[in-house]
C-alpha cells in the first residue's frame, strides 16, 4: 500500500483592490455612501474624532454623515461636558467624546512631542519642561486662559524665552481643551483653555496593553483598508509596523494597485466599486482627506494642489466619490450663496446633483436667508 504524504497548499496571495473599491469601502465607512440614523456621539466614536481646528468644522462633517442632524445636538454635547476639543491626531485640535479623550490623549502624546520638538522646542534651551507644566497647571485651572496670556504669564518665569513657544510647551506637556463658548453652533467665544483634569475631573487614562491596538483597529474600522504609512499620517504616531504586525493574526490583508500591503478589521465594509454614491460637501480639513499617506482613493493627483493654499485647505465637494471641486458660502445682506467651482467640467446630471445637494447645505447652514446655488466653471 503506497503512503501518500500531504502537501501544504501554497499561500493565496491577498485581493488586490483597486482605487474605486477603497474609494467606496472608505466613503461607507466614513458615512458618506449614505448618511446614518447614528447619534452624533455615536458618530464622533465611530469616526475616533472629527477634526475641529476650525470651530464649525465639526458640524459641517456631521450634517454631511448623519440624517436630521441638528447642530444643537453636538453644541449640546460641548456644553455638557460629553465631548470635548483637544489636540490629539497629528498634534491637531479634534472634537471627541469625553471617553475618548480620556483614552487616547496618552496614546497620542508622542505625536504632540515630536511635533513641539521639530519646531517651537528649539526655542526652550534652559526651560524645566517639568516646572513649567506645574505653573501651567496651577494657572490654567486657576482661570481658563487664552494661549497668548498664558505665555505672557509663563514669561514673568522664563523672560528670555517667546511667549508663544511657552505656551506651545504648555499644551504639549499638558492635556488643555478648549472649552465653551468657542465652537457653540451660533456663538462666538475666546479660545480659551483648561486641562481635562480640570474639565472633566478625572485624570487621562493609563494606557492599558492593547490599547494602541484597539485604536489602529477603529482607524481601520471608518478609515481602511489602510497601509502602516497611512495609518501613521493619520494618527501621527510613528514605528506602527511592529505593532500591526502584532495584529495581523486577527487582521486581513489586501494590495493595492501598486502592491502596497494594506490592513482591515475582518467585518470592514467592502461595497461594489460601481455602487452609487451621492455629491457630498465636506468642510476644510476634513479627516476625510488628511487620513492617509496616499490620497488617490478620494482625489487624483492632478487636483491634490488644488485643495490647499498655504496652509490653509478649501471646502469641498465629492462627485462619484472622489474630490471634484472646493466650495465657499457667501453671505450678503439676507441671502446666501453657494458657490462651487469644479476642478474639470461636470455632466449635466452632475451639475443637477451638485445643485440638489447644495441647496441642502444652504437650508443648514443659512436657513433665515435666500438662498442661490452657483457652478463656476473655469
Known amino acids: 500500500m503506497t503512503k501518500t504524504t500531504g502537501q501544504t497548499a501554497a499561500p493565496t496571495a491577498p485581493a488586490v483592490l483597486g482605487t474605486r473599491a477603497l474609494n467606496r469601502a472608505f466613503l461607507d465607512r466614513q458615512l458618506l455612501l449614505r448618511r446614518s440614523r447614528m447619534s452624533a456621539a455615536d458618530a464622533v466614536e465611530h469616526l475616533v474624532g472629527v477634526h475641529a481646528q476650525v470651530p464649525k468644522v465639526p458640524y459641517y462633517a456631521l450634517w454631511a454623515r448623519l440624517a436630521d442632524f441638528r447642530p444643537e445636538e453636538l453644541s449640546e454635547l460641548l456644553s455638557s461636558r460629553e465631548a470635548v476639543r483637544i489636540a490629539l491626531q497629528r498634534s491637531t485640535l479634534h472634537l471627541v467624546t469625553a471617553r475618548d479623550c480620556l483614552a487616547l490623549r496618552p496614546l497620542l502624546q508622542e505625536a504632540q512631542e515630536r511635533r513641539f520638538r521639530g519646531s517651537f522646542g528649539k526655542r526652550m534651551p534652559g526651560v524645566d519642561l517639568a516646572r513649567l507644566e506645574a505653573v501651567s497647571r496651577a494657572l490654567v485651572e486657576e482661570q481658563p486662559l487664552m494661549f497668548n496670556d498664558l505665555g505672557k504669564a509663563l514669561t514673568e518665569l522664563w523672560p528670555d524665552h517667546d511667549a508663544l513657544a511657552l505656551s506651545m510647551a504648555a499644551r504639549t506637556v499638558l492635556p488643555l481643551v478648549q472649552i465653551p463658548p468657542r465652537a457653540l453652533w451660533g456663538q462666538s467665544g475666546l ?30 474600522a471608518a478609515f481602511g483598508p489602510a497601509s502602516v504609512r497611512d495609518m501613521q499620517m493619520w494618527s501621527g504616531l510613528t514605528r506602527l509596523r511592529e505593532v500591526t504586525e502584532g495584529m495581523r493574526p486577527r487582521l486581513r490583508t489586501f494590495r493595492d494597485a501598486h502592491g502596497v500591503e494594506l490592513f482591515d478589521v475582518p467585518d470592514g465594509a467592502l461595497p461594489d466599486p460601481e455602487t452609487t454614491a451621492p455629491v457630498r460637501f465636506l468642510p476644510e480639513f476634513d479627516n476625510l482627506f488628511l487620513a492617509h499617506q496616499d490620497r488617490t482613493r478620494v482625489i487624483a493627483d492632478a487636483f491634490r494642489n488644488d485643495i490647499w493654499k498655504g496652509n490653509q485647505a478649501f471646502s469641498v465637494v465629492l462627485v462619484d466619490g472622489f474630490i471634484r471641486g472646493v466650495w ?40 433665515d436667508a435666500t438662498h442661490d446655488v452657483r457652478i463656476v466653471q473655469g
Open 191 to 220: 479660545a480659551k483653555h483648561t486641562t481635562v483634569q480640570q474639565w472633566l475631573g478625572q485624570e487621562p487614562e493609563e494606557p492599558a496593553a492593547q490599547a494602541l491596538e484597539r485604536m489602529l483597529a477603529r482607524y481601520l
Open 328 to 367: 465657499r458660502i457667501g453671505r450678503e445682506r439676507d441671502g446666501a450663496t453657494l458657490v462651487v467651482e469644479p476642478f474639470e467640467r461636470l455632466s449635466a446630471r452632475e451639475r443637477a446633483d451638485i445643485e440638489a445637494e447644495g441647496a441642502r447645505l444652504l437650508e443648514f447652514a443659512a436657513p
